[in-house]
């Protein structure tokens, strides 16, 4: 009987509500006939982002006992309004699935007829339900507009693993062997937490050292510039940024973690060296307020332990240690506090030693030579950095913003290496022969100041910014160098002997002063204007001495020492028209850009009298570009939208591309520069699209961009076909282009199921010239090269198996316009498995298999590679805080390194050493008093 009632209610309930609005609608407008209008935008934050909340449920009801006046929904905008609305006291309350029930009051009075209640912040509801259980698949990826968001939940890691891991399972995300991370081959600058910034001169502390197991989230953020967001005005400087949400029972009370591996390579191997691995991370989180501590070191090339090393293929090229530590505090929320306040220092040190083995085949007109080269390469880093933020918006509608940042580091470096060039002839005969070591010391000094002052005047929308950049960097270096040179088809001088000492100073002092104005012309609509005006001064004085007849490095070696000084002076002026309707949004404008580049070039106590001697000096080049700018989104609802971007901008040639004097640094490749080069002028153009279904889980990401570039600065070499000398200069030509797309696919297929997609496909267009003993005429080479990113992956999730498998195929075929070269064709084919079993009583077995074929390399280096990456772990004591591993690295022995690059005029391959297999027995702790 109940269900039955329950039935017919739930039946009949919409034309119960519906009469209910009429009859309190009618009642209520005949007792006045002075009506107003109540509007309203809800919206929530998204890591500390604004954005819209549709479909939330918003009602009106009288104050003095709470019935029921109207009731309506926010559209896609989160916009709500109420019409024919008469005088009275007033509750709103708003609600959406999800959400924290809101209650604002409002007193509607005869002095107003349009009551704007501006934007309303809705907050999560984190209180679970009683006796519900829901089985579902959880999505991995979702889509939200500059958004892509990833559920830590859905990718199951292991015991120990940290936010890197992670990192190196998402499709379209990869680490070189830098440590940079780079999504859709773009670079991310700022790793934050929870919306604050965390390590922000230093990334890779936050990857490498925060543990996964405390992520709910994982967001990879096309984000305005920092100058973007305090003056409304989209400078064109888009930043990539990886937020990483911390579950909310975590955000309160301390947390640490723990990891420390000892192994060795196998006995098979040379040396037999051993391996160690420290990970420490602790941090207390309070609500707005985190304090974080690092601590690292490691010489397993930055790999972390329990993360089953490189999941991508091929290891970091060369054997790396490093050590590296640091403090981070951050407190306040952008745009929700009136102070934001962080700030991070760290240290790190790192060697690496790097053997690389390259071949190069040159294409000349009527010509082909080869190129071997071999080099012993040992690098040696110590830095210090420091960066720092203070906002502070407790004055009404004024937002004040300080961001200092330094750096100190000394980089010393040796170089062993030699090189051959051969002739294209079938006996490959010998052109010349480079056999060199050189050793250089060079401390660097890096400081920077960012002040902004932003204000929001009285008139909604209108507003002024007045920003001031400056940057210092000085540097110093000293070194040697030792060379021989033989040019075998000389009759006389064949051999050339380099012994030199040397020492660099190098000065750049950079000030920009931006200003910015918003003038509203109606709702919705604005005109921006932005001002900036930038210098650059620089100054690189280089000395080389060679022995006298003591043995001491008195004599100034002329060639090889040139100093540069330079003076550019940059100015924009842009306006532009702004627009926001219900469901586009728009920009377009034009900017202007005039500028001046003052230089000279110089030797240092060149002359007999002691003074400098010039080489070349401009005393003032001109130039004008204009170049448009705009930007269309259209919001097409339910999770759709469609994004047009266009941008044109000018960029003027180097001091260094202008030198007309001969640069013989490298005594096989001369450099010259052009005076009369023209900046070059690049058309950049997107349209993206974005599709988050909810109902079905599905999301969908879509790119494509390009780029088309007038008087693009290239190359012209001129090859001296006697003593394969290559002489280069910079010249204009236009026709060089490039476009990239991609697309991202992501569904669950079932409860336990799940496919994921990505593909990224390009054409890239680069131009060349080159001559052969200036007697040729110049031979202008086109090198199309045509790319292919295919991965595809499905994942397996129950509850003691978690399986990911995924198909990776790369392409790259370059076609070249000069009928005796041949399309150059390089590909590899390989695939992914990874599976983790939870057996009882906390033990786990994970292992990774990672196999690539490679073909279109030299034939030495078209291999194949296996990679098998095996743990067992067990965890133990009390709340299984602790885990001890064994861990298996590269069990076949078959990591590779090998890379391919590819020029207008050129093939290269390269072959490096890499980190060999190990095994490594370790031990990992966790603590935590989140939530308690």
């Keep these: 009987m109940q269900n039955t009632v329950f039935l017919y209610i739930k039946k009949y309930s919409f034309y119960l509500i519906f009469l209910l609005n009429i009859f309190s609608v009618n009642t209520y407008a005949d007792t006045d006939t002075a009506l107003k209008n109540i509007a309203g935008k809800i919206i929530t934050y998204e890591d500390n982002i604004a954005v819209p909340l549709p479909y939330a449920s918003v009602q009106l009801l009288l104050k003095s006992d709470s019935s029921f006046i109207k009731g309506t929904t926010s559209n896609d905008d989160g916009i709500f309004n109420f019409t024919s609305i008469k005088e009275n006291d007033y509750l709103i309350l708003i609600t959406s699935v999800g959400y924290q029930n809101l209650y604002q009051e409002l007193k509607v009075t005869a002095k107003k007829n349009n009551y704007d209640m501006g934007e309303t912040v809705m907050i999560e509801n984190t209180i679970t339900l009683a006796e519900a259980s829901v089985v579902a698949q959880r999505r991995e990826m979702t889509v939200k507009n500059d958004t892509v968001e990833y559920d830590a939940n859905a990718y199951r890691l292991r015991e120990n693993a940290v936010v890197e891991d992670m990192l190196k399972r998402l499709p379209g995300i990869s680490i070189d062997e830098e440590g940079k991370i780079f999504v859709n081959g773009k670079e991310v600058k700022k790793v934050m937490v929870d919306g604050k910034d965390f390590f922000r001169s230093n990334p890779n502390l936050s990857i490498k050292n925060i543990p996964a197991h405390i992520m709910e989230k994982l967001q990879v953020i096309e984000d305005k510039s920092e100058l973007s967001k305090l003056t409304g005005i989209d400078d064109g400087e888009e930043n990539l940024v990886?937020?990483?949400?911390i579950q909310k029972d975590k955000k309160r009370g301390w947390l640490s973690s723990s990891n420390m591996g000892l192994g060795r390579e196998p006995a098979s191997s040379e040396e037999n060296l051993m391996r160690y691995s420290v990970n420490s991370f602790a941090a207390r989180l309070y609500d707005e307020t985190q304090l974080g501590l690092v601590v690292n070191g490691n010489n397993i090339n930055g790999m972390t332990i329990g993360g089953s090393g490189s999941t991508t293929g091929s290891g970091k090229p060369g054997l790396n240690s490093s050590l590296s530590t640091g403090i981070n505090f951050s407190s306040g929320v952008e745009r929700k506090s009136p102070w934001v306040i962080n700030g991070d220092l760290s240290f790190g040190q790192n060697q690496s030693i790097v053997n690389r083995n390259s071949k190069r085949q040159y294409y000349l007109a009527d010509s082909t030579s080869f190129q071997s080269d071999t080099l012993t390469q040992i690098i040696h880093n110590r830095e210090i950095r420091f960066s720092g933020k203070l906002e502070n918006r407790s004055v009404k509608n004024w937002t004040f913003s300080f961001i200092p940042s330094a750096s100190y580091g000394i980089t010393t470096r040796t170089n062993d290496g030699f090189s051959v060039l051969q002739a294209g002839n079938e006996e490959r005969d010998s052109?010349?022969?480079?056999?060199?070591n050189n050793f250089s010391t060079s401390p660097e000094l890096n400081l920077r100041g960012i002040f902004t002052v932003s204000h929001q005047f009285n008139k909604k929308g209108r507003r002024l910014s007045v920003n001031l950049d400056s940057r210092y960097t000085s540097s110093t270096g000293n070194g040697e160098t030792n060379a021989r040179y033989y040019y075998f088809k000389r009759k006389n001088n064949k051999e050339v002997i380099r012994d030199q000492q040397w020492n660099t100073g190098t000065t750049n002092f950079n000030n920009r002063l931006y200003l910015s104005y918003i003038e509203p012309l109606a709702k919705k609509h604005s005109l921006q204007f932005v001002y900036w005006i930038r210098t650059d001064s620089r100054e690189n004085l280089k000395n080389n001495f060679k022995p006298d007849s003591t043995g001491e490095y008195t004599i100034l070696d002329i060639p090889y020492s040139k100093s540069v000084e330079n003076l550019t002076l940059t100015q924009q002026l842009g306006i532009s028209y702004r627009g926001v309707l219900s469901k586009v949004s728009y920009?377009?404008?034009?900017?202007?850009?005039?500028s001046r580049i003052k230089s000279r070039s110089f030797i240092q106590n060149g002359s007999s009298t002691g003074s400098d001697s010039t080489i070349t000096y401009f005393p003032g080049l001109q130039t004008y570009n204009?170049?448009?700018?705009?930007?269309?989104?259209?919001?097409?609802?339910?999770?759709k939208n469609l994004r047009f971007d266009y941008r044109g901008r000018s960029t003027s040639p180097t001091v260094a591309q202008l030198d007309p004097s001969r640069d013989e640094?490298?005594?096989t490749n001369i450099r010259i520069g052009n005076p009369d080069l023209l900046p070059k002028f690049t058309h950049w153009s997107r349209l993206r699209y974005n599709d988050n279904n909810r109902e079905s889980q599905q999301s969908i990401m879509a790119n494509i961009e390009?780029?088309?570039?007038?008087?693009?600065?290239?190359?012209?070499?001129?090859?001296?076909?006697?003593?394969?000398?290559k002489t280069t200069s910079p010249v204009n030509q236009s026709g060089s282009w490039n476009i990239t797309g991609m697309f991202m696919y992501n569904r669950p297929l079932s409860t336990y199921f799940q496919i994921n997609n990505y593909t990224q496909s390009g054409i890239r267009?680069?131009?060349?010239?080159?001559t052969v003993n200036s007697s040729t005429g110049s031979q202008k080479t086109i090198a199309t090269t045509t790319t292919l990113n295919q991965d595809l992956g499905l994942t397996f999730k129950w509850d003691i198996?978690?399986?990911m498998a995924k198909i990776k195929y790369e392409l790259s075929n370059t076609a070249y316009s000069t009928e005796n070269i041949l399309d150059k064709r390089i590909s590899s084919l390989g695939g992914f498995l990874s599976a983790q079993l939870n057996l009882p009583k906390s033990w786990s077995l994970s292992s990774e298999l990672n196999y690539r074929s490679f073909t279109g390399f030299s034939n030495e280096y078209n291999q194949q590679e296996l990679l098998w990456n095996a743990e067992i772990s067990k965890n133990f004591l009390k709340n299984n805080s602790g885990t001890i591993t064994l861990l298996f690295n590269d069990i076949l022995q078959q990591q590779l390194n090998v890379t391919q690059l590819i020029s207008s005029n050129f093939v290269e391959d390269r072959q490096f050493n890499t980190l060999k297999s190990f095994v490594m027995l370790a031990f990992s702790y966790k603590f935590n008093t989140m939530g308690k």
Excluded: H, Q, R
Aim: charged letters at 10%; zero cysteines; aromatic letters at 18%.
């Design 626 to 639: 204009f170049a448009p700018v705009g930007y269309l989104i259209y919001n097409m609802g339910n999770g």
């Design 765 to 770: 267009n680069n131009i060349g010239f080159s």
């Design 587 to 594: 920009v377009f404008g034009v900017d202007f850009n005039p």
């Design 706 to 725: 390009g780029n088309y570039i007038l008087n693009d600065i290239i190359n012209f070499t001129d090859y001296d076909g006697e003593t394969g000398i």
């Design 665 to 667: 640094s490298s005594p």
């Design 242 to 245: 990886i937020n990483i949400g």
């Design 431 to 436: 052109v010349n022969t480079n056999k060199y």
């Design 801 to 803: 198996l978690y399986m």
